[in-house]
């Protein structure tokens, strides 16, 4: 399992992670949700070491992230962040072949290439797979980057507002995929996300997060309750069940 253990993070005078404590149980959607500037991006890249944390531990399967090899880390724990600015002209084939690199350093052998092209298929763009990145719409483009992290092969996937400038279609087809990931391949998916009712629908447990601090986790279904969401985001949401999900009623 993940365990973030007392983390905290300061930039200048201001503390963005405020001695933060989570358990993050394998095999399940974890989602991290919380009004703006509430600290969950910056948990999210402290626990896969892209920024390092000031006070606490991080331990993934009993290791201290800090204590692991580079290359160790990323066959353990891949992370897809929210601004993925590639500078060179790249197929989505080429893309996905990235994901790879751990474990090939850029020399893919038959077994990385199954990967490659079972993340291709696994994100429907075998059709495309040819195309450059900037031939793409948003959401294509967004899962090719998924196929990616999917070809890395790793059991912790993290997410950074992946819905981010995606559709309605879209934004269910990513869901989708990642609820598929969990149940049938197995992974961990922690997710940063902003729309409650994706949360709501698609996630196993929440962790709710408020200027720096953890205000409650526990279960989807305890998390999504009206008195519980006033204290995280300082309003009033009605919740209704719909098909047997809880969904949040928040524009009127």
């Given at each position: 399992?993940?365990?973030?253990?007392?983390?905290?993070?300061?930039?200048?005078?201001?503390?963005?992670?405020?001695n933060v404590s989570v358990k993050i149980e394998k095999g399940k959607i974890t989602s991290f949700i919380g009004p703006n500037g509430a600290g969950k991006s910056t948990?999210?890249?402290m626990v896969s070491r892209l920024i390092t944390k000031d006070t606490g531990e991080?331990?993934?399967?009993?290791?201290e992230v800090s204590q692991c090899k580079s290359n160790d880390l990323a066959k353990k724990i891949s992370?897809?962040?929210?601004?993925?600015?590639?500078?060179?002209?790249?197929?989505?084939?080429?893309?996905?072949?990235f994901g790879r690199f751990p474990y090939s350093?850029?020399?893919?052998?038959?077994?990385?290439?199954?990967?490659?092209?079972?993340?291709?298929t696994?994100?429907?763009?075998?059709?495309?797979?040819?195309?450059?990145?900037?031939?793409?719409?948003?959401g294509q483009r967004q899962r090719?980057?998924?196929?990616?992290?999917?070809?890395?092969?790793?059991?912790?996937?993290?997410?950074?507002?992946?819905l981010n400038?995606?559709?309605?279609?879209?934004?269910?087809?990513?869901?989708?995929?990642?609820?598929r990931l969990v149940d049938e391949l197995g992974k961990t998916i922690i997710i940063v996300i902003h729309d409650i009712n994706f949360a709501s629908c698609y996630s196993d447990y929440i962790v709710a997060l408020k200027d720096g601090k953890v205000v409650k986790e526990g279960p989807t279904d305890e998390i999504i309750n009206s008195s519980v969401l006033k204290d995280i985001y300082d309003m009033d949401i009605k919740i209704e069940n719909i098909n047997e999900n809880k969904i949040c009623v928040y524009f009127s």
């Open positions: 399992m993940v365990e973030v253990r007392e983390v905290s993070k300061q930039y200048g005078s201001k503390s963005v992670v405020d948990l999210l890249s991080i331990l993934i399967d009993n290791e992370i897809l962040k929210q601004s993925n600015h590639i500078n060179i002209r790249l197929t989505i084939k080429e893309l996905v072949c350093q850029g020399n893919l052998s038959k077994e990385d290439w199954k990967y490659v092209n079972e993340a291709i696994y994100m429907e763009l075998e059709d495309i797979q040819d195309k450059y990145l900037d031939q793409l719409s948003g090719a980057y998924i196929a990616m992290v999917i070809a890395q092969n790793t059991e912790y996937i993290l997410l950074d507002e992946p400038n995606l559709d309605m279609k879209h934004s269910v087809q990513i869901m989708k995929v990642l609820r």
